[in-house]
């Protein structure tokens, strides 16, 4: 059975740090990209970032240069490290499998999803 589950979700203040985890099982994840999403209330859902089959690496320029993913496909784990977080990164984080290829981070290329960790940023 096809399974991704995200953790590492929680309360944080501004500034602060998280690291998601997004563990995969029932699929060959070594030939999967695995994208992070996020989805605030009454938003639409987001790409942020993306780590390909091949290990190339895509981030929306709203989270370049403070989020970092990486992947250990032993451990059939995909990382996200969130640094100097922002209240408008409050949102529920989904992680996501694509055959192969990021697809532009696109939602609708991805078969296999998560059901998400909360994020809150608040002081």
């Known amino acids: 059975q096809v399974q991704l589950v995200e953790s590492g979700g929680g309360l944080v203040q501004p500034g602060g740090s998280l690291r998601l985890s997004c563990a995969a099982s029932?699929?060959?994840?070594?030939?999967?990209?695995i994208g992070w999403f996020r989805q605030a209330p009454g938003k639409e859902r987001e790409g942020l970032s993306c780590?390909?089959?091949?290990?190339?690496?895509y981030y929306t320029d709203s989270v370049k240069g403070r989020f970092t993913i990486s992947r250990d496909n032993a451990k059939k784990t995909v990382y996200l490290q969130m640094n100097n977080l922002k209240p408008e990164d409050t949102a529920v984080y989904y992680c996501?499998?694509?055959?192969?290829?990021?697809?532009?981070?696109?939602?609708?290329?991805?078969?296999?999803w998560g059901q998400g960790t909360q994020v809150t940023v608040s002081s």
């Open positions: 029932g699929f060959t994840v070594e030939r999967y990209a």
């Open positions: 780590i390909g089959a091949r290990g190339d690496i």
């Open positions: 996501a499998a694509a055959f192969l290829s990021c697809g532009g981070l696109n939602p609708s290329r991805y078969n296999y």
